[in-house]
């Protein structure tokens, strides 16, 4: 979990243009900074560069960095910036395939300078296949490549959209984007260039936030979360964007290969250990679920094969309905892993508004607080640790994906029973709550309200404003 921040700023041909200092001033990048700092304890960097572009525009940039050191720690320092002072890159994320990818660019003639630093292939690549190298990488990413020679910043983040990246959208000239939507908010308001005109929060964010927890825009419209692909400067973001339309080149889908177990358990097998690259200590969160159990199995299936032993980590609840412990040592006996129950002194109410004001935004999932009581916990023996986040949405492994297949079947019949309060419990594990979700959900938005944390009859409760159509849409591509 590395940190990164950029800003760009175009003054247009024939424009009057200051000092590359008064053009970004450090306060802007020490905002930006103070932001992101937490994400990289074990690396600082700033680029800074001016170049004009071909239309006669100026272009001023600076790029930051904040680093966890996870793969090649002695070399992979960021910014990184080529050999030939051409291309800048701030990263944070793995890329899985960086390893083949940097023999492939080594055969075309690209002579490297660190040992093995996935960042570093960032770099050649850009240079060697321009926006086909989106196209090749298998990883988690978000990163900024400064083109010099074109005067242009790409940003660009992976299909999956699993690291961060916000982007501002102040004005034309002036774009700035972070790992933290706190940390572009923050700039807005050192900059505030024209605060009387700023955009409030509109309905539609504020249903989506209401429904959902999240929203694709924050703060009105003045930060967005950049969609995943890859995108070019000047800023253009629409959050609506399909995000394969992101992948133009990518290879038209083949036919399916059928999806015996053993090929399940082989893509499973070579999707986790492809994730266990590491230069630092590495270990699994372990819930004792299917997913996270699977996990570990394969994992420490492949280091016993190396002669080690995988670490794995549960924390302990203090209410021991949500207390999963039990499962997880018992997987963890079973699997032959060094297993840690882990307690942390929890201090909810101050770590609950450090997480609000690191996140800069309305956040729904009430697994922040623990999962970082675990992390915390965790990071005093390993500094990466693998987890089964995404197994059930994959899977199907949670109740509301057969309830919303039995919404489609029996949506009419469930409409016509009595209203949800009237069947309601106050226990929300009992079957006759379930029931009343599911009739509740066929009386208003359907399987929307099966994920929503406010449906629709109680956000009506909540607030004067009705969820109309217009603002059910966005809060349903949230």
Not at 306 to 331: C, I, K, N, W
């Amino acid at each position: 979990m590395c940190g990164l921040a950029g800003i760009l700023r175009v003054y247009p041909p024939g424009a009057s243009v200051p000092s590359a200092a008064a053009s970004i001033p450090q306060a802007w990048i020490d905002t930006l900074d103070e932001h992101i700092k937490h994400r990289g304890p074990d690396g600082f960097g700033v680029f800074r560069d001016r170049a004009v572009r071909s239309d006669g525009a100026t272009v001023d940039v600076a790029l930051l960095h904040r680093r966890l050191a996870i793969i090649d720690p002695a070399c992979g320092q960021q910014p990184m910036v080529s050999a030939d002072g051409h291309v800048a890159v701030v990263f944070n994320g793995c890329i899985y395939n960086h390893a083949e990818l940097r023999r492939e660019l080594e055969q075309q003639g690209c002579v490297f300078q660190t040992d093995h630093s996935d960042t570093e292939v960032l770099v050649q690549g850009w240079q060697a296949w321009g926006n086909l190298l989106f196209e090749k990488l298998d990883g988690m990413y978000a990163t900024l490549i400064w083109d010099r020679q074109r005067a242009h910043l790409m940003r660009a983040r992976d299909r999956m959209g699993e690291k961060p990246l916000y982007a501002s959208i102040h004005t034309p000239h002036v774009q700035w984007f972070a790992s933290s939507a706190a940390a572009c908010i923050a700039l807005h308001e050192v900059v505030r260039t024209d605060m009387q005109n700023r955009a409030d929060a509109q309905p539609h964010d504020m249903a989506a936030w209401l429904a959902r927890g999240a929203a694709l825009a924050c703060v009105g419209q003045r930060v967005v979360e950049h969609p995943p692909g890859w995108q070019e400067s000047p800023l253009s973001i629409d959050p609506q964007l399909d995000p394969v339309s992101l992948f133009p080149h990518a290879a038209p889908a083949q036919a399916a290969e059928p999806l015996t177990r053993e090929r399940l358990e082989s893509l499973l097998r070579q999707s986790v250990i492809a994730r266990m690259v590491s230069d630092v200590p590495l270990g699994c969160f372990l819930s004792g679920g299917v997913d996270s159990s699977l996990i570990a199995a394969l994992a420490q299936e492949h280091l016993r094969a190396r002669g080690q032993r995988l670490q794995t980590f549960t924390m302990q609840m203090p209410h021991a309905a949500y207390d999963e412990s039990p499962y997880a040592q018992a997987v963890g006996e079973h699997l032959q892993t060094e297993h840690h129950v882990l307690s942390c002194e929890r201090d909810v109410a101050s770590d609950l508004i450090m997480l609000i004001e690191q996140l800069g935004l309305p956040f729904g999932d009430s697994s922040l607080l623990p999962t970082y009581w675990l992390c915390k916990a965790a990071r005093q023996q390993v500094k990466v640790a693998l987890a089964g986040d995404g197994g059930d949405e994959l899977f199907a492994g949670y109740d509301r994906h057969w309830a919303g297949l039995f919404l489609s079947k029996y949506g009419r019949v469930l409409r016509s029973l009595p209203s949800a309060e009237l069947l309601a419990s106050d226990d929300p594990k009992r079957g006759r709550n379930k029931l009343a979700r599911l009739v509740d959900a066929a009386k208003h938005a359907g399987y929307q309200d099966l994920v929503a944390i406010f449906p629709a009859s109680m956000y009506a409760k909540l607030t004067s404003t009705p969820i109309d159509e217009h603002m059910m849409k966005h809060a349903r591509a949230a």
